[in-house]
T-cell receptor, first 118, second 112 residues
């Protein structure tokens, strides 16, 4: 079984500052993928960034980077130069990377609400 | 552009009624998923399908069913709606072998 823990229900950050959203995970799988999704107040789920457990380098996508520490089982999202439009719920998720039944299921954390202050 | 759509976007129904939520994707993805989102629980998997005629139960499948008769659609049916099924429902899809799931806009269902 997989478990995702996001310990920060809410976070505040000043506009233009960087912010780190925490995510820890628990799994017995050897290969897995880690994801971050953004959910603005409009409700849609927007894919942000992906990290495979086999990747040696941290993933980056524009202002988003994933700080992956395998030994600590953490996959924190770092947003640089925060913008007002970054205010949203952020969800960390994971899935096992193997073929067969159940392999594409995502397990989500409960989310962190980020508020960017002007 | 290819996309994933859900209908209706909002639905109010009464306890005991059968309800079907539609999900349609034009990416030709093999994998499709249904999740529900509730405060304090994040998203939880209801059912999923890896292709036509394939359906599987997820974490919270009781009271729900799906069928997959073509690649594009995965309708979710609540056989006898209960107030505990008031939630926001998301459909998602992904390519076979791909890592990322793409989500529809969601359906807000209220069961009175």
């Amino acid at each position: 079984a997989q478990k995702i823990t996001q310990t920060q229900p809410g976070m505040f950050v000043q506009e233009k500052e960087a912010v780190t959203l925490d995510c820890t995970y628990d799994t017995s799988d050897q290969s897995y993928g880690l994801f971050w999704y953004k959910q603005p107040s409009s409700g849609e789920m927007i894919f942000l960034i992906y990290q495979g457990s086999y990747d040696e380098q941290n993933a980056t996508e524009g202002r988003y980077s994933l700080n992956f520490q395998k030994a600590r089982k953490s996959a924190n999202l770092v947003i640089s130069a925060s913008q007002l439009g970054d205010s949203a719920m952020y969800f960390c998720a994971m899935r096992a990377l193997y073929s067969g039944a159940g392999s594409y299921q995502l397990t989500f954390g409960k989310g962190t609400k980020l508020s960017v202050i002007p | 552009d290819a996309e994933i759509t859900q209908s209706p976007r909002h639905k109010i129904t009464e306890t005991g009624r059968q309800v079907t939520l539609a999900c349609h994707q034009t990416w030709n993805h093999n994998n499709m998923f249904w999740y529900r989102q509730d405060l304090g629980h994040g998203l939880r998997l209801i059912h999923y399908s890896y292709g036509v005629q394939d359906t599987n139960k997820g974490e919270v499948s009781d009271g729900y069913s799906v069928s997959r008769s073509n690649t594009e659609d995965l309708p979710l049916t609540l056989e006898s709606a209960a107030s505990s099924q008031t939630s926001v429902y998301f459909c998602a899809s992904s390519e076979q072998g791909a890592d990322t799931q793409y989500f529809g806009p969601g359906t807000r269902l209220t069961v009175l």
